[in-house]
């Protein structure tokens, strides 16, 4: 038998030809027991194949039970159960963690686990070089090996080139390994395949002997198969920024460098078989696998209490708190539930951390709202987590915190856009760098990036690529891009060359580019993390994140809290503070006045300019239609208008029951309670899933795999390959065709992008609290939303115009009156008017902004009273002057410019600001025209990106509109 240990994965960026996945998928087909996925000091990749050996056992285990069942003495299959892929029983392979290390002093060495605790040495080995070098980059030394040693198993690759003296000092440093892993290392012996590999191999033996070490044989794969060879010169040469033409001997030199069988490593080490043998003996030792990774959770007690003592506490004083009238015996019985669920499965520390977070934010004045599966329930509405009772929903809490799946419970925070930094750098103080981390995201080959890349490696033009990059949605279509829709864009697609490009652009779409940072997904360990995963620096200051993405950790059971930001918290955040500043009342998002009828008024006549989520055209185009009456319409007009919905044609069939216009019905009393709030049509994600367990009499497990499925913006989704087993199951039970079409097409969507009812739940309240602010102050609205820019839809020129038509008096940048932020100030009737403040200026930065409003006192009254007072350079007055900022000092826009271009230094020059008697230097006044009102619209726009004096197309509206025709005249 024979075991690959050193295998290189597209995990090492631009240099490994195949995924993972293709990896163990080979193997299975080679009838190799065991692989070792073995990047360059990485395990990146490591879980992908983890994930793929676990569903090729899945499947094996599957054909088996299938098998059994179809025998002359056993029951046959239900013909709802789809026959297995067939795989060899006695091929499941077994995969081996690993990581090739390379040495800034020493050889490079494939290091290889023998147990948990080399593992965990393997990680502090990678997290030691990642944390001293930038990201993307790993700078390691020898020490670091010598200091994490015990539980690894090393193989010494030999020098490839040798330098003059290069030799001596290589085998010097390996003498050091030798002496350090006696009896746990092996000199590897792998093929170079230009017909010289015989020489070579004699040349390793006597090397090996001369070390006193075994030799042990690899093919050092770069690719699953030999078809990769080309994909492999291009992803070299996008690494070398080269073109394939020109790589000469960086470029492969045949497709030999492949995963192998062992009877092909026989043939190739023809006379060094015990090398090959040797392989399977190592990899028989090598036993540790990444099920053996036991996540520990921070405890969260305290020397007084226990978790679940604390839990307990916290959730009965929040009820008190959320229910000061009384709780319902509904709301204590789901308690009690949920609290009983929730210690069986030891998630008490979880819920503690993220109430814990949101306490840290609430303290430091920062808005917070807690969404997502576990979000909306009883615990985290007493816990202060969420603002949304989870007696709006529809959902049992087990769907999401399940004892059966065993499946870590999902929460999102959302926080203010401008200070999430805060929460982070608080985790961070907190639990400490080596115990908390963000995930990584890993940014894959897709559209213009695989286009582009691959078009410049294969030395095409950029007007090529151009071309071929503006028929993207036809390109990646099932029918790709089309040979006279080549011919129409100027292309020939008979080319050799491009077409040999478009295989290769196919080929790299879907491979990681390389990693970058999840938006807020936290990883909180009770010891080490970085003996769970390697740990590394972010592109961000003062950030550091591990290797493995969230779909890495969910499949791994790794409990993850969700950090993340959203503009809108930030604009109403803002709001509140303009109204308690103005008007002497304190709001927040759970003492709003609920359900008020002059919201959803303004809300039916597509008045959303600027309110959360339903501010697209979209959206404003469905709102007269849907005309939503109260809080639980919003839930669904947020996740209606979304990619599951519409593909699955529930739009229309929704609208229509809505108004009378179409019979509600259900198709049976079990989907009835599913589909019970939303008129028999489904909507949200959890529906599809429970129309697959109550209609389609899907198992757990198959549920299970459907939801990872459905996950939002799933990469590599496989849901289609449900798609079978769901309409056998649905016509089994009696369901009409169509619906189960209907019902899967929308499941389909969910695969792109799902939308659960618990998110739609925690966004709604959001929707209602930017509509209630607009509805009643519609100037602080826009106000709050213009200093939270940039987010949403709209330009602050539209925001203003906005407001503005809501009655609201916008006054300019004034030199005088304005502040950094936009502000609300007293109208001179009773009323306030908004303020644009010095952010609206193009160019012009915060600091300045701060000391023009410092130095200002009783205000400017000339252009060089702010070069004096707040030392304000040049460039900067100028652009006040050209923002008709001074109009206040009764300058206008071009006076203003005019002294502003007089100032030509920094700082004031006194000995030449008077004359030789010491009067005052008068410079004669210059003659500036007036300017007229469109070139005041164009510099207003060119200053502040809008303008208060007219709308642009004010200037041509006598164009557009046609002259009164004179109705005496006769037409012709």
Same mark, same amino acid.
């Given at each position: ?711 939002? $913006? ?5 849901? +289609? &390959?449900?798609? /079978?087993?769901? =309409?056998?199951?649905?016509?089994? *039970? #009696? !369901? ?101 403040? $010095? ?5 012009? +930065? &915060?600091?300045? /902004?701060?000391? =023009?409003?410092?130095?200002?006192? *009783? #205000? !400017? ?112």
């Amino acid at each position: 038998m024979y075991a690959e240990l050193s295998i290189t994965s597209n995990f090492t960026f631009l240099t490994g030809a195949s995924h993972p996945e293709e990896y163990m998928q080979r193997a299975v087909t080679l009838g190799l027991p065991a692989i070792a996925i073995a990047d360059h000091n990485s395990v990146a990749g490591i879980v992908r194949a983890h994930t793929q050996a676990r569903e090729i056992a899945r499947k094996v285990r599957e054909r088996v039970e299938w098998e059994g069942q179809n025998t002359p003495i056993g029951p046959p299959c239900p013909d709802h159960i789809p026959k297995p892929p067939s795989y060899p029983i006695h091929a499941v392979p077994r995969l081996i963690p690993a990581a090739r290390l390379i040495f800034t002093d020493a050889p490079t060495v494939t290091a290889l686990p023998l147990n948990r605790q080399g593992w965990g040495n393997l990680c502090r080995i990678l997290s030691a070089g990642r944390l001293r070098a930038e990201k993307g980059d790993c700078i390691l030394h020898l020490s670091d090996l010598m200091e994490f040693s015990d539980g690894l198993h090393l193989l010494l690759w030999p020098q490839a080139t040798r330098p003059q003296g290069g030799a001596s000092a290589w085998r010097t440093q390996a003498q050091k390994l030798t002496r350090r892993f006696s009896g746990r290392m092996h000199l590897v012996m792998h093929p170079r395949y230009d017909g010289a590999d015989s020489e070579y191999f004699s040349v390793l033996e006597t090397e090996s002997q001369q070390l006193n070490l075994p030799t042990l044989a690899s093919a050092a794969p770069i690719m699953h198969h030999g078809t990769r060879r080309k994909l492999a010169d291009v992803l070299t040469a996008i690494r070398l920024r080269r073109k394939v033409d020109d790589l000469g001997r960086d470029a492969l030199a045949n497709g030999e460098q492949r995963l192998r069988s062992e009877t092909e490593m026989l043939r190739i080490f023809k006379g060094h078989e015990g090398a090959v043998t040797r392989a399977h003996m190592v990899s028989e030792q090598l036993q540790f696998s990444l099920d053996e990774l036991r996540y520990e959770y921070p405890n969260e007690g305290s020397d007084q209490e226990t978790p679940t003592q604390r839990l307990h506490r916290l959730a009965h004083e929040g009820l008190n708190w959320r229910y000061p009238a009384g709780a319902s015996e509904k709301a204590k019985k789901m308690l009690a539930h949920e609290l009983t669920l929730i210690g069986k499965l030891k998630y008490e520390p979880y819920f503690l951390t993220v109430r814990d977070i949101v306490t840290f934010a609430r303290s430091r004045d920062i808005l917070c709202q807690g969404r997502g599966s576990a979000a909306n329930s009883v615990v985290c509405y007493c816990l202060g987590i969420t603002e949304v009772s989870p007696e709006l929903g529809t959902m049992v809490f087990e769907r999401f915190v399940s004892e059966a799946r065993d499946e870590p419970p999902d929460i999102d925070v959302d926080f203010e856009h401008e200070r999430r930094e805060e929460v982070i750098q608080h985790i961070y103080d907190r639990y400490g760098r080596e115990r908390a981390g963000l995930c990584a995201t890993v940014v894959h080959y897709r559209g213009k990036r695989a286009i582009r890349e691959v078009g410049r490696a294969m030395g095409l033009t950029e007007d090529t690529i151009s071309a071929l990059s503006s028929q993207l949605w036809g390109f990646f279509s099932a029918k790709g891009l089309e040979a006279e829709r080549m011919r129409e864009i100027g292309l020939d697609p008979d080319d050799k060359r491009l077409k040999q490009t478009l295989m290769l652009v196919y080929e790299i779409d879907g491979f990681p580019r390389h990693l970058s940072q999840h938006v807020g997904g936290f990883i909180i360990t009770e010891g080490r993390l970085d003996e769970l995963v390697p740990i590394e620096n972010a592109t961000m200051e003062d950030r550091t994140v591990i290797c493995w993405d969230k779909d890495d950790i969910d499949s791994l059971g790794i409990l993850k809290v969700d950090v993340l930001s959203l503009g809108m918290l930030t604009c109403i955040r803002k709001a509140f503070d303009l109204i308690s500043q103005h008007h002497q009342t304190g709001y927040s998002l759970a003492t709003l006045p609920p359900e008020d009828p002059a919201v959803y008024d303004m809300l039916c006549k597509a008045d959303s300019v600027g309110v959360f989520q339903v501010e697209s055209r979209a959206q404003m185009n469905f709102l007269p239609r849907m005309r939503p009456r109260n809080f639980y319409d919003l839930v669904i007009e947020v996740a209606i208008i979304r990619p599951g919905p519409i593909q699955g044609d529930m739009v229309h069939p929704y609208i229509r029951r809505r108004n009378g216009e179409e019979e509600v019905s259900f198709p049976s009393d079990a989907l009835g309670e599913v589909l019970g709030k939303t008129l028999g049509v489904p909507l949200f994600q959890e529906q599809a899933m429970q129309i697959a367990i109550v209609g389609a009499g899907f198992t757990p497990e198959q549920a299970d795999r459907l939801r990872r499925s459905l996950a939002t $913006f799933k990469k590599h989704g496989n849901v +289609s &390959e449900f798609r /079978a087993l769901f =309409l056998r199951g649905m016509e089994r *039970n #009696g !369901y009409e065709q169509d619906f189960a079409e209907r019902c899967f097409s929308q499941i389909e969507g969910f695969g792109s992008y799902g939308f659960p009812e618990s998110h739609a739940a925690s966004f709604a309240l959001l929707v209602y609290a930017s509509a209630w602010i607009k509805c009643h102050h519609p100037g602080i609205f826009a106000c709050a939303l213009l200093n939270s820019q940039p987010m949403g839809f709209y330009a602050p020129a539209q925001i203003v115009r906005d407001a503005r038509e809501h009655g609201v008096q916008v006054r300019p940048v004034c030199i005088n009156a304005s502040f950094w932020d936009n502000v609300m100030e007293p109208d001179g009737h009773g009323g306030l008017a908004l303020r644009l403040g $010095f952010r609206q200026i193009k160019g012009l +930065s &915060e600091e300045d /902004a701060s000391w =023009l409003t410092a130095a200002r006192g *009783n #205000g !400017y009254h000339q252009v060089d009273d702010v070069w004096r007072r707040a030392g304000l350079g040049p460039s900067v007055i100028e652009r006040l002057a050209e923002a008709d900022a001074f109009s206040a000092c009764d300058l206008t826009r071009r006076e203003a410019l005019w002294q502003a271009k007089a100032i030509a230094t920094a700082k004031p020059l006194p000995l030449f600001s008077q004359d030789l008697e010491g009067e005052a230097l008068d410079e004669p006044a210059a003659y500036l025209p007036q300017m007229t009102l469109g070139e005041q619209v164009v510099e207003d726009y060119v200053a502040t990106r809008l303008s208060l004096k007219a709308h642009p197309v004010a200037l041509i509206r006598h164009l557009l509109t046609p002259e009164p025709r004179d109705k005496t005249t006769p037409v012709a």
